[in-house]
């Protein structure tokens, strides 16, 4: 069965300190890769997708991520945050070519302190 | 181009009712897929709607369905609603080819009491 870990629920960071969100995966066959990040209140929006090619991905607000297919890993980073990155993140993994959708990781709260 | 809009953004319903979300995707995306978010169980995928077929389902109670209409736009309707039903309700959609990457809207909050 597919799955998706985010073994942190919440991570408390300091405002211009680098940040990593870990996501673990697990799935028979290969998969599309997601991070989401969701502000109080609104839907979930596309941070990066990983679908084939360079396994570094960038995204917005200087987000990154790097897919480590023999640790089935999909960590986000940010080597430095702002207050406004407080929010919760999620990892989301899919099957390719539609073999399944999206399943989400539980989140993580990233709270960024002055 | 717009985004995915849901109607209503609130809605307070007493149990055994039913109730009704609306979904309008981006246009020209031909899928939309709903999810239930609480805190306790997280984001679960209900259901992928496709050229109006259901193409994918989640594990949920047949209490729960939708459908999708030829302009895309997907309605989920819920029934004999329970308290545990009260949740986030979250549409997404996407242009139906393989990329799988999916724009979610505002969402619908419903609350049953």
């Known amino acids: 069965a597919q799955s998706v870990t985010q073994l942190d629920s919440q991570v408390p960071v300091f405002e211009e300190a680098p940040v990593e969100l870990r996501c673990n995966y697990s799935?028979?066959?290969?998969?599309?890769l997601f991070w989401y990040v969701q502000y109080p209140n609104q839907g979930l929006q596309l941070l990066l997708k990983?679908?084939?090619?360079?396994?570094l991905v960038k995204g917005i607000n200087g987000f990154e991520a790097e897919f480590n297919k023999s640790q089935t890993s999909f960590h986000l980073r940010k080597p430095s945050v702002h207050i406004s990155d407080t929010a919760e993140y999620f990892c989301?993994?899919?099957?390719?070519?539609?073999?399944?959708?999206?399943?989400f990781g539980t989140g993580t709260r990233l709270k960024v302190l002055a | 181009k717009a985004g995915v809009t849901q109607t209503p953004r609130y809605l307070i319903k007493t149990r055994g009712q039913q109730v009704t979300l609306s979904c309008s995707p981006i246009?020209?995306?031909?899928?939309v897929s709903w999810y239930q978010q609480t805190p306790g169980q997280g984001l679960q995928f209900l259901f992928e709607?496709?050229?109006?077929?259901?193409?994918n389902k989640g594990n949920f109670p047949g209490r729960f369905s939708g459908r999708q209409f030829s302009n895309s736009r997907s309605e989920m309707n819920v029934s004999t609603l329970e308290l545990g039903d009260s949740a986030l309700y979250l549409c997404?959609?996407?242009?139906?080819?393989?990329?799988?990457?999916?724009?979610f809207g505002p969402g619908t909050r419903l609350t049953v009491l």
């Open positions: 709607y496709f050229s109006e077929t259901q193409r």
């Open positions: 990983y679908l084939s090619g360079s396994t």
């Open positions: 246009s020209g995306h031909r899928s």
């Open positions: 799935s028979s066959v290969s998969v599309y």
């Open positions: 989301a993994v899919s099957g390719a070519s539609g073999t399944y959708k999206y399943i």
């Open positions: 997404a959609s996407e242009e139906g080819t393989q990329n799988n990457e999916q724009f």
